[in-house]
């Protein structure tokens, strides 16, 4: 191997992804299969002491899987992945894995709807409170931490569709005086525009059906850890106790930087179950290897429209962060320099039926709830997105009733352009 | 992997000049940790010691199914072409296979000593693959001792440390890979066996 540290768009082609031993298979072979032979008795068991490194069911661990999580390990820069089948399920293990009942969660108010009422309903029925921040300061979620019960805390890097802008590093040296880890959903930044390890998050978790896949056909998630967190830090001490299922080992004492990942895998996928399916990996294993290029262009295209938005008199507000105008501008220079992705909320004037007449007679933009895809996407957050959280919870959020959330595409920016104006008229001249 | 449960202290050089040995958690260690001078064998070097080598000797080898040393041993053994050694004076036998008292007993001389000993006793363990001829020695994850290192190489050894050598063998032959490890291997050629 050459020793040379090789550069973004070279590993999202070729990392996790050396040709196939076996058959010299040149693109990533999709290992359709649940299970795998082992050699002896003797094999079996070491297999599933951890002893050595092997594949025994899809549920823990499959070669095409493992492509996509070291694919994606690689460009954020982390030690490694373990990767599920959506991104919910990703935060999910996550938490399983660092909190039970009892403990405690200090989580941004500004999160995807889905993960909210993920803390708020699911968690919380499981004896898991989460104090959720309406704020960006790190000093307020310093505040909220309670010493010895709070186990993490959690915020994206890029919020939807306020277009907020995480203080990561801020965040992280809240965290780390507590000596808790920053866990960062950093789904609408992806790895070419912000790695949140490199500003101290000890964890990342994505929706991988957004971006990294890139072309809104398949669900995925992955979690990422940098390697760096201190798990022998007595504030997670299932990482240090011995574990009777496992022969006696520790999962510190014997993986050391390697815990919470071989713990993730060897635990939280095992009794939890929500693993990547094969196929799912290959088509986001293969979304990645062109996401450098569909993410410049991504946010190429988001800059214009923005600008054309802000310009336009039928417009109120644009929440992109790119904009000077928006709150978080230095931050998103400072975290998010080549641009803050391509997912934001504008506001029409006229307000919500305007917004509807907007959505109702877009031709090009598809109206669905989802992001990160090649095609342009637009939804009305507050009826649907959002729809499951309370008044009050909107407002934390930033969803002002008459929001349309826009996920620019990769067409021509013109065409996007073109498409909003004419929207934008027959909705005036229907409302 | 780590043998964390096997060396809980670390030699460490004060900033007197002095050293001492501390425990391994310490957050002393760990700041000191941060100021290390010696710097081992690159990626691309230690594939090439891995890939020369035939022979293995693990010493301070445990019988103990939980210890890292076993998980080492379990690994070379099957998941490798290495023939493999077990130097345990207090142990017979280690994974069906005899357990010698020391470096000396062993039927060759190893290519690499693979050494699960707290840092303290590097120095001496050092003397002792000088003395056989081995010229490699491998100071396992979590292990430090400067001193010791540059000692070795001033005698013509190479030295890998606070490295495992599990770890590195599966980071080049796959086994990193198969549980979503970021080996740093980016290549168009198949994966080496």
Redesign the interface.
């Known amino acids: 191997?050459?020793?040379r540290d090789?550069g973004f768009r070279?590993?999202a082609v070729?990392?996790?992804n050396?040709?196939?031993?076996a058959t010299?298979a040149?693109a990533l072979p999709i290992y359709q299969s649940s299970a795998f032979v082992f050699?002896s008795t003797?094999?079996a068991a070491?297999r599933f002491?951890?002893?050595?490194?092997?594949?025994i069911y899809s549920r823990l661990?499959n070669?095409t899987?493992?492509?996509f999580?070291?694919r994606v390990?690689?460009l954020e820069g982390?030690?490694?992945?373990?990767?599920t089948s959506s991104g919910l399920s990703a935060q999910f293990v996550t938490f399983a894995s660092l909190a039970g009942a009892g403990d405690h969660i200090v989580a941004s108010s500004n999160l995807y709807g889905g993960s909210v009422t993920q803390l708020d309903v699911t968690l919380r029925r499981f004896g898991v409170e989460t104090t959720f921040v309406a704020s960006d300061d790190p000093a307020d979620y310093a505040a909220a931490i309670i010493p010895g019960r709070t186990k993490l805390v959690f915020a994206e890097t890029i919020a939807n569709p306020s277009g907020d802008i995480a203080d990561i590093a801020g965040l992280a040296d809240v965290a780390h005086a507590a000596s808790i880890p920053l866990v960062i959903d950093s789904t609408i930044a992806t790895p070419y525009l912000c790695r949140p390890i490199e500003w101290g998050a000890d964890i990342v978790v994505h929706s991988a059906t957004k971006f990294l896949g890139g072309h809104g056909t398949t669900l995925g998630g992955v979690v990422v850890e940098s390697g760096r967190f201190?798990w022998?830090n007595h504030n997670f001490p299932l990482f240090e106790e011995?574990v009777a299922h496992y022969?006696?080992?520790?999962w510190?004492?014997?993986?050391?930087?390697?815990a919470f990942?071989?713990r993730l895998?060897a635990e939280q996928l095992r009794d939890i179950g929500p693993a990547l399916a094969p196929h799912s990996a290959f088509l986001l294993a293969q979304g990645v290897e062109t996401l450098p290029y569909r993410m410049q262009a991504h946010v190429d295209n988001a800059r214009r429209v923005a600008e054309w938005l802000e310009a336009d008199p039928r417009i109120e507000t644009v929440n992109w962060a790119g904009l000077p105008s928006h709150r978080h501008h230095e931050r998103a220079q400072q975290y998010l320099p080549i641009g803050p992705s391509s997912v934001f909320g504008f506001v029409v004037k006229g307000g919500r039926a305007v917004g509807q007449g907007l959505i109702e007679n877009v031709n090009l933009a598809s109206h669905l709830a989802n992001i990160g895809d090649a095609k342009t996407l637009i939804i009305h957050p507050a009826s649907t997105t959002h729809a499951q959280l309370t008044e009050q919870q909107l407002v934390d959020g930033g969803v002002h009733p008459g929001l349309v959330r826009l996920s620019v595409g990769i067409e021509d920016a013109d065409d996007i352009i073109f498409d909003l104006d004419q929207a934008l008229d027959a909705a005036l001249k229907g409302a | 992997m780590s043998d964390a449960t096997t060396a809980d202290t670390a030699t460490v050089t004060l900033a007197n000049g002095l050293t001492c040995d501390i425990p391994a958690s310490s957050p002393l260690a760990k700041l000191l940790k941060s100021q290390r001078t010696w710097v081992g064998p690159s990626a691309k070097e230690r594939l090439g010691i891995l890939r020369r080598a035939k022979s293995v000797a693990i010493v301070g080898a445990s019988p103990n199914p939980a210890r890292s040393s076993y998980f080492v041993g379990t690994y070379l053994q099957q998941s490798s072409n290495y023939r493999v050694y077990f130097v345990n004076p207090n142990a017979t036998e280690i994974l069906g296979h005899p357990a010698y008292p020391d470096l000396a007993s062993l039927p060759e001389v190893p290519d690499i000593v693979d050494v699960f000993r707290k840092a303290s006793d590097i120095p001496s363990v050092i003397d002792d693959v000088l003395a056989v001829g081995a010229p490699t020695v491998w100071v396992q994850l979590g292990i430090w001792n400067e001193e010791a290192a540059r000692y070795g190489e001033s005698k013509g050894l190479t030295v890998v440390m606070d490295r495992c050598i599990k770890v590195e063998h599966a980071r080049f032959h796959g086994g990193l890979h198969l549980m979503g490890f970021d080996t740093g291997v980016i290549s168009a050629k198949k994966q080496v066996r």
């Not at chain 1, 050396?18 to 031993?21: C, E, K, R, Y």
């Not at chain 1, 022969?247 to 520790?250: A, N, Y």
């Open positions: 191997m050459a020793d090789y070279t590993r070729h990392a996790g050396v040709p196939d031993s010299g040149r050699d003797e094999d070491a002491a951890l002893q050595k490194y092997g594949n661990a070669p899987v493992a492509s999580e070291e390990a690689s982390g030690l490694g992945a373990v990767a201190d022998s011995t022969g006696g080992l520790t510190y004492g014997n993986f050391g930087e390697y990942l071989t895998r």
